[in-house]
T-cell receptor
Framework: KAGVTQTPRYLIKTRGQQVTLSCSPI?????VSWYQQTPGQGLQFLFE???????NKGNFPGRFSGRQFSNSRSEMNVSTLELGDSALYLC????????????FGPGTRLLVL | DQQVKQNSPSLSVQEGRISILNCDYT??????FLWYKKYPAEGPTFLIS?????DKNEDGRFTVFLNKSAKHLSLHIVPSQPGDSAVYFC???????????FGAGTILRVKS
């Protein structure tokens, strides 16, 4: 079974720009969660989508948004980028029945200059 | 507000010895705790978990202990191997769902 794939793997943007990251879950998985990892902060939950609906949301500003398509692929968008948005963005997919079966992708490394 | 804390940023252990990674939490509503291991350039991978109604769970060389009264959990790795060198994250779940709250991670170095 193919794992969770994230594109692009690396991205450089400048302040004020917007960015869209993509996540393709494992085949058959309907839940996709997004996390932001920064040094010293660990992973912070952004949001979770299940069957195209946002099921859970973290404490991030409205500049961070996401969506899920009918094939379970998910995108997250960050508008008006700030320097502090530089981070590793991780996507995780699960079949929805157990959090233990949550599989993470390799992440997208975003650098905001 | 860090609800899950890993107070040791790093830990160095000799091969063959025990590695003990610690995690403290503040939210009594957490019902499930998990440990993840992360290598550079890879996403975290699930290692072991424990329900809040248990106090111990074992899987091979890995054992997780939960002390609810102290709001503390620990991961024991015995014996430690060089391949265990990675960043270890403690995570907790608030009731049903897939939302996890993570600690900041502990870098484990196992020296041969």
């Amino acid at each position: 079974k193919a794992g969770v794939t994230q594109t692009p793997r690396y991205l450089i943007k400048t302040r004020g720009q917007q960015v869209t990251l993509s996540c393709s879950p494992i085949s058959g998985h309907r839940s996709v969660s997004w996390y932001q990892q920064t040094p010293g902060q660990g992973l912070q939950f952004l949001f979770e989508y299940f069957s195209e609906t946002q099921r859970n949301k973290g404490n991030f500003p409205g500049r961070f948004s996401g969506r899920q398509f009918s094939n379970s692929r998910s995108e997250m968008n960050v508008s008006t980028l700030e320097l502090g948005d530089s981070a590793l963005y991780l996507c995780a997919s699960t079949s929805g029945t157990s959090v233990e079966t949550q599989y993470f992708g390799p992440g997208t490394r975003l650098l905001v200059l | 507000d860090q609800q899950v804390k890993q107070n040791s940023p790093s830990l160095s252990v000799q091969e063959g010895r025990i590695s003990i990674l610690n995690c403290d939490y503040t939210n009594s509503m957490f019902d499930y705790f998990l440990w993840y291991k992360k290598y550079p350039a890879e996403g975290p991978t699930f290692l072991i978990s424990i329900s809040s109604i248990k106090d111990k769970n074992e899987d091979g060389r890995f054992t997780v202990f939960l002390n609810k009264s102290a709001k503390h959990l620990s991961l024991h790795i015995v014996p430690s191997q060089p391949g265990d060198s990675a960043v270890y994250f403690c995570a907790a779940r608030v009731e049903y769902g897939n939302k996890l709250v993570f600690g900041a991670g502990t870098i484990l170095r196992v020296k041969s």
